[in-house]
Nanobody, 120 residues
Framework: QVQLVESGGGLVQAGGSITLSCAAS??????IGWYRQAPGKGREGVSC????????WDADSVKGRVTISRDNSKNTVNLKMSSLLPEDTAVYYC???????????????WGKGTLVTVSS
């Protein structure tokens, strides 16, 4: 079992930056991703890192504005988002599992999420 806890959410002005952190009790699985769900919308992938493939994936909607990074010493994965837009407002979830996918089908463990609100 892996338990994931997200932190770092909050209220940010448009154009600002925020860094979300995901801490794991236990070992992360091969792939670690960030997903989000905006009010009234479905879940979508934001960014994902695959250890076995040595690759990262970013959604087109955030490409160039996000950086996913892993800190093995702290057993955390961070997501830095910059040039935030009001449409980035969502609950952001950390997940880990077998493979990265936009819908999150390859993820086996999920955190409870952290809310990011971007004001215009």
């Amino acid at each position: 079992q892996v338990q994931l806890v997200e932190s770092g959410g909050g209220l940010v002005q448009a154009g600002g930056s925020i860094t979300l952190s995901c801490a794991a009790s236990g070992r992360f699985k091969d792939s670690i991703g960030w997903y989000r769900q905006a009010p009234g919308k479905g879940r979508e992938g934001v960014s994902c890192i695959s250890s076995s493939e040595g690759t990262t994936w970013d959604a087109d909607s955030v490409k160039g504005r996000v950086t996913i990074s892993r800190d093995n010493s702290k057993n955390t994965v961070n997501l830095k988002m910059s040039s935030l837009l009001p449409e980035d407002t969502a609950v952001y979830y950390c997940a880990t599992g077998r493979y990265c996918s936009n819908a999150g089908y390859g993820m086996d463990y999920w955190g409870k999420g952290t809310l990011v609100t971007v004001s215009s």
